[in-house]
């Protein structure tokens, strides 16, 4: 069955009394913010929404037409004013005279920013064609999977004709550009009675004089083909039934935890690949399908899809029944060999004199039976927005077949889009990649002061993080705190004791289940004691070397794990302490434990090295302001052996240094970033002191 359809309890009805003060440029970022609510109406960044507006010219100060249309880039679900652009609507007018037909196409896109309305740095698209010459005020360009399910059918037009009648008018698949935009005029000029057009394998046209009737007739049309959708498949079996049954939530996520970090590994050559599970509903009902293999082949129909998922899939053999999950695994790299093969293939087939370069080979999505899809990309929200995209291919393929022959776009044409040269451009405009764009780390002691400050600071570098901390009220606060600001894509966090075993690995698990995999590990829970020796007790030593020690073993065992599994290499760091190198009284267990984790850090740098994963140190001392260790008694505890007033601490240390200067969390956190970027790319088993100068603690 489909899924329930679109309709405006989904997408929030239009509120006159908040509309009802707002400018025609306000309105149609209303408009646009409501239809781009719901990804089954069009995915993120796709489709467009315009509005012709009367406006003062800036020189004249006469009225003109300015066609404001959402800029290149931009996301209707999202956006702002600042997010369109605008253009004189007669200079717009004008380019029709300069336009040299079919084969030049793209030297048009050139003259688009002469037409800019009041010096808009906003980068017109090249739909701006499609909206400009459309004779109505307002125009909507949507990716409903319900329409382009029927735009998809092999007889897409008379399919078109038995749902919409003489409402929607049908073209022929054509690529966004100049002569599609003329197409659209002149379809909609000679026949006044349309409301919209259905594009064939792509999506749906609306159009209308006021925003609030352009809005409802796009959601009257995207309803009346879901209804018409819903009443033909009703009691049919989704792509001919089931071939396979899903694996429990819990076996899935246990699947895709092992297969992510090997794919991740083996995919990663060309660029680091960030991964992202998805095991809907609707993702399991096509996994697990008869038409699985077939459907797939096929490809997705949509520019807009193909764009972000690549032409295919790659289908794992997997057996949920039978959990083959070892020879899925060992037959992993001749399948992606074989994948990279075909890909390479497909384009010698396709290319042209001018395309771009052969691009990466690696599939993006992963279909696995029972248990789901991953998808892989440059970037966390990449990789989410394409297992999005091919979420709507798979409602789009599953009505289409339902009700007639589900066709993918022609290879070439597809080709066309994937290699066009406006998108290599698009592409090259793109700025250069952060220094730990692609990396994932994971922090322990990730809500105190040094950790969130190292997790500020690799966020900064483009890198994911996941936080982990046993103070579950601080992760809370850290993640939200972090999101704010870098997005939700790339930060998250688990509650863990790293003395616990299982809890270790469980958060390790959900690194890989989150971003894929593991490059970074910031050893840096912590916690500090301090007594003469004849008090320490049993639980006191202990205590710090459970946490100081063991901790550090745990964790840092099962990053190595992952590591080795990936085979990229990878960078782990320890926090420590200058009591590591130099003892300080009345804190023998505390010391002694600091100097293990330095001992243990060059024993995984010495066995590390084959496998390209470095260990290196970096020993703060007296980092007093943010810290949870300074914070309680452990302040206390130095001040008293110091016969001082804990306010007199900070200043104690600092003309202690030999720089006279205090050491903040910030300060660690730089140490951090220099052994985990690219910068100490041959250093591995060094001890770094951030410590403003300690002659004791200086490495022999």
């Known amino acids: 069955m489909s899924d329930p359809k679109i309709n405006q309890q989904i997408i929030p009805a239009w509120d006159d009394k908040k509309a009802a003060p707002m400018s025609e440029p306000e309105l149609l970022v209303y408009r646009s913010n409501l239809l781009g609510s719901d990804p089954k109406v069009t995915n993120y960044g796709g489709g467009n929404t315009s509005a012709k507006v009367s406006s003062n010219d800036p020189i004249t100060n006469e009225s003109v037409e300015v066609l404001w249309v959402k800029g290149s880039g931009g996301d209707i679900g999202s956006m702002n004013l600042d997010g369109f652009s605008t253009l004189y609507l007669d200079k717009l007018e004008q380019l029709k005279g300069l336009y040299r037909g079919d084969a030049f196409e793209d ?163 060309v660029q680091r690949q960030v991964g992202h599970f998805n095991d809907a509903a609707q993702v399991l009902e096509f996994v697990n399908s008869q038409q699985l293999d077939q459907l797939a082949a096929l490809g997705t129909s949509c520019p807009d899809h193909f764009l972000r998922t690549k032409i295919k899939p790659i289908v794992l053999d997997y057996n949920p029944q039978q959990d083959n999950l070892a020879q899925v695994i060992e037959a992993l790299e001749q399948n992606l060999i074989v994948y990279r093969a075909d890909y390479a293939a497909y384009y010698e087939r396709c290319k042209q004199v001018d395309s771009p370069a052969i691009r990466d080979a690696n599939p993006v999505v992963y279909l696995i039976p029972g248990v789901g899809m991953l998808t892989f990309a440059k970037d966390k929200a990449t990789a989410r927005i394409a297992g999005e995209f091919y979420l709507n291919a798979i409602n789009v393929m599953r009505d289409a077949n339902a009700v007639d022959q589900y066709c993918g776009l022609e290879e070439q044409e597809a080709f066309n889009i994937e290699y066009w040269l406006l998108e290599e451009a698009k592409l090259q405009r793109m700025p250069k990649p952060k220094s730990l764009a692609g990396r994932i780390a994971l922090i322990t002691g990730g809500a105190g002061g040094i950790g969130r400050a190292t997790a500020e600071k690799l966020l900064g570098e483009g890198a994911c993080v996941v936080l982990t901390d046993i103070d579950k009220q601080g992760l809370q606060d850290s993640v939200q705190h972090f999101s704010n600001i870098y997005g939700r894509d790339v930060v998250t966090a688990i509650e863990m004791d790293v003395t616990d075993e299982q809890q270790v690995q469980q958060a390790f698990d959900f690194a890989a289940l989150s971003f894929g995999g593991l490059d970074i ?65 009345n804190a023998s267990a505390y010391c002694t434990a600091k100097a293990a984790e330095i001992q243990l850090a060059r024993c995984v740098a010495l066995e590390g090295a084959v496998h390209g994963i470095r260990a290196n140190v970096v020993n703060p001392d007296a980092v007093l302001r943010g810290s949870k260790i300074w914070s309680g008694k452990w302040k206390e505890e130095r001040a008293s052996a110091y016969n001082m007033s804990t306010d007199d601490l900070e200043e104690h240390y600092r003309q202690r240094s030999l720089l006279k200067l205090n050491v903040f969390p910030e300060d660690i956190a730089e140490g951090v970033y220099f052994f985990v970027a690219d910068l100490s790319a041959k250093s591995t088993g060094n001890v770094l002191n951030v410590d403003a100068g300690h002659a004791p603690s200086f490495t022999r």
């Open 107 to 269: 030297e048009m896109v050139a003259y688009l920013p002469h037409c800019t309305f009041n010096l808009n740095t906003r980068a017109a698209s090249i739909d701006t064609p499609l909206h400009a010459y459309v004779p109505y005020r307002h125009v909507d360009h949507l990716h409903p999977d319900a329409v382009i399910a029927i735009a998809a059918c092999k007889n897409s037009r008379a399919i078109t004709e038995q749902v919409f009648g003489a409402d929607i008018g049908w073209l022929a698949w054509r690529k966004p550009g100049f002569q599609l935009g003329l197409e659209l005029s002149e379809i909609a000029s000679n026949n006044p009675h349309l409301k919209g057009v259905v594009l064939e394998a792509h999506g749906l046209f609306t159009w209308a004089d006021d925003a609030k009737s352009c809005y409802q007739l796009s959601v009257a049309i995207i309803n009346k083909a879901q209804a018409w959708l819903d009443s033909q498949i009703q009691g049919q079996a989704a792509f001919a039934g089931a071939r396979v049954k899903s694996l429990s939530a819990e076996k899935r996520r246990e699947v895709a935890v092992q297969l992510m970090p090997v794919i991740r590994g083996k995919s990663s050559a």
């Open 521 to 585: 590990l910031v050893s840096n829970a912590g916690i500090a004691s301090s007594a003469p020796l004849d008090e320490t007790t049993l639980s006191d030593w202990n205590f710090n070397q459970s946490i100081l020690s063991t901790g550090y073993f745990l964790v840092s065992r099962s990053a190595y794990t992952m590591m080795k599994v990936q085979k990229m290499g990878g960078s782990i760091v320890f926090v420590a302490s200058k009591n590591g190198l130099v003892a300080s009284a």
